[in-house]
């Protein structure tokens, strides 16, 4: 083992067999955006095994600004092949599958069967609702937020908890949007970082 991981083993709630667990690990993200690359940054820093990258977008540079992930030299490439390049860049012994694809309630489901925990990172209010839906079926964790202006939430759903539609069971017909409401990058970076959180500690198992 490489002096890698060594801050975080250190702590009695990680442990050897903790970093084996989050090396074993699968986690599902939906979403390469604002939410996604802190959360990916993360979860690639901390040793997770597999990362599933799920985003049909390009990078654009009105992306840059709370998207750290990427630089002017990535403007017009897929996004999760952006993502993937510099994951990998960062911890070279982790794997990162790159799906540039809509989520879809067709999809949705082969999606989360190949993951430990979901992470919704799409920022879309249908994707939320799908992505809860077949985490409730497969009673798999999902970790969901959402940022606008200056606020947003992060949520644990499914596998034990109520899901996302239990919570909210109608979709409101109009939802704000970071690009008519606009954003500040630090918010979603901090949810984001939240939502990492809450990943690292469904797999470690913390209280």
């Known amino acids: 083992m490489t002096d890698r991981y060594a801050r975080q083993i250190v702590l009695p709630e990680v442990g050897p067999s ?49 998207q750290p992930l990427y630089t002017m030299a990535d403007i017009g490439a897929r996004k999760v092949e952006a993502a993937r390049a510099a994951l990998l860049r960062l911890n070279p012994d982790i794997a990162v599958e ?12 082969a999606l989360v069967a190949a993951a430990d925990i979901v992470v919704d990172a799409a920022d879309s209010l249908a994707a939320t609702y799908v992505l809860s839906d ?5 009673h798999t964790p999902l970790i969901s937020a959402s940022a606008v202006g200056l606020a947003g939430y992060v949520g644990g759903f499914c596998a034990g908890a109520p899901s996302y539609r239990a919570v909210f069971p109608e979709m409101p017909a109009r939802a704000a949007s970071c690009s008519s409401a606009g954003v500040l990058g630090s918010v979603v970076g901090l949810l984001g970082s939240l939502q990492a959180q809450f990943v690292l500690q469904w797999l470690l198992d913390i209280e």
């Open 98 to 109: 790159a799906l540039a694809q809509r989520l879809t309630p067709g999809n949705a489901t």
């Open 134 to 138: 077949a985490c409730l079926q497969q």
């Open 18 to 66: 903790g970093q084996a667990r989050l090396a074993a690990a699968r986690v599902l993200v939906v979403g390469a955006g604002g939410l996604g690359c802190p959360v990916l940054h993360y979860l690639a820093a901390a040793g997770i095994g597999r990362l599933i990258v799920v985003d049909p977008d390009r990078v654009e540079e009105s992306n840059l600004h709370r």
